[in-house]
């Protein structure tokens, strides 16, 4: 069934799709992101055709997004902003010169974060 999705469509965009199952007479795909999936499902007409050929059992096809764990395995450090020392001084600069407001506390906040 996977050959068939590969004849339908281009062999690249075939890498981003499986044939994950057969439930009944409902072949599942797994897409792995919803362009994928909305790519296979102006596809789905030529793919039963195909599917047909291949297997007299399958009569309709279910779309699924399925991430793969790789995508989402491991952790993410989150970075630390850090601000050139020069940038620092310019920033604390014009902080001094504004009114107390959400900017300033923003640009103090900002400040705060350069490198000594």
Request: glycine share 4%; net charge positive; proline share 7%.
């Amino acid at each position: 069934m996977q050959r068939a999705l590969a004849r339908v469509t281009s062999a690249e965009f075939a890498r981003t799709c499986a044939v994950a199952n057969i439930r009944g007479q409902t072949a599942i795909i797994h897409a792995i992101n919803n362009a994928a999936a909305a790519r296979l499902r102006l596809v789905i007409p030529k793919l039963l055709t195909a599917l047909r050929e291949s297997s007299n059992d399958v009569n309709a096809v279910k779309v699924e997004v399925q991430i793969p764990e790789s995508a989402t395995s491991g952790h993410r450090v989150p970075r630390k902003t850090t601000v050139p020392a020069s940038a620092g001084a310019l920033l604390r600069g014009l902080e001094e010169r504004l009114p107390p407001s959400p900017l300033r506390n923003a640009l103090s906040s900002l400040a705060k974060k350069s490198q000594p």
